[in-house]
């Protein structure tokens, strides 16, 4: 997991016409298409809303020239963390549907019921499409660059400062933990290794977690003292220079915004007509 989070900054260095946007325009773009999956009402019109903008993904994702498998990896790894909620759904009566029928009985009582399975697919389908932009912008974006954008687009100065140290901290933490894997390596251990006592293999990744929040701690007094010595205080607040958008960020942001306003209307729309 940690050594995906300086994977994924790796990748937001990468040069390609995504990346060389302007951070504003891509939070712009990623923010419109969550709020308008989660606008889209739990109906199987979800499902052709969800289609047009995973073909406008895939677009972008293509133009970013990063790698399908870098997607599907990070993909899986939030279906896997997050996806049992879903899952769920299938088991639970849902306020969206009067009328339920059940489609298999398991023991203790529980049953699955065909309208919930939908409402599942539903909810899986705004799921999928508010993580894919995510990953999106958080691979063709650095994290200081989010921050900066962020600021720009009207971002509370305090909360600036705030994600700003997280960040720095973040990848502080990040470094010893490297740094306390390579030693454990250098040294053999492997906490997985059946031959080793359980206990003993417990107690040594106990300590190497310990080890490892206090390296940080000690490395976050030492920055934190070495910002008060430059004179940061409670007023303090990060110095963001303005940036104007260029005619071809300005287009591309107009047309992105215009496609992810339209599209979910139109579907809306023909699928009244059809009625």
Request: net charge positive; hydrophobic share 55%; with cysteine.
């Amino acid at each position: 997991m940690i050594e995906e989070l300086f994977n994924i900054e790796k990748h937001s260095y990468r040069d390609s016409r995504i990346h060389r946007l302007d951070a504003r325009v891509k939070i712009i773009v990623a923010f419109a298409v969550i709020v308008a999956m989660v606008a889209v009402p739990y109906s199987t019109m979800v499902f052709t809303v969800g289609a047009i903008f995973f073909l406008f993904f895939i677009i972008l994702w293509a133009l970013s020239g990063l790698s399908p498998l870098v997607y599907v990896k990070r993909l899986v790894l939030i279906v896997l963390l997050w996806g049992i909620v879903i899952l769920f759904q299938i088991f639970i009566k849902n306020p969206y549907y009067t009328d339920f029928t059940i489609i298999a009985t398991l023991p203790f009582g529980i049953n699955i019921y065909a309208e919930s399975v939908e409402f599942a697919f539903i909810l899986f389908v705004k799921f999928i499409m508010t993580i894919s932009f995510i990953i999106l912008l958080s691979s063709t974006t650095k994290l200081q660059d989010l921050l900066d954008g962020g600021q720009r687009l009207g971002l509370p100065a305090e909360f600036a400062l705030a994600f700003g140290m997280m960040i720095r901290y973040l990848f502080v933490f990040g470094y010893m933990y490297r740094k306390t894997m390579q030693t454990l390596e250098a040294k053999c251990f492997d906490p997985f290794d059946a031959r080793l006592p359980y206990r003993y293999r417990i107690r040594q990744i106990g300590y190497t977690i310990g080890t490892m929040f206090i390296r940080s701690y000690e490395q976050g007094e030492r920055v934190y003292i070495s910002m008060l010595c430059r004179g940061y205080g409670k007023h303090s607040h990060l110095f963001i220079k303005k940036k104007m958008l260029n005619t071809a960020e300005w287009t591309f942001l107009v047309v992105s915004m215009a496609f992810i306003i339209i599209m979910p209307v139109w579907v809306w729309l023909s699928r009244f007509s059809l009625l």
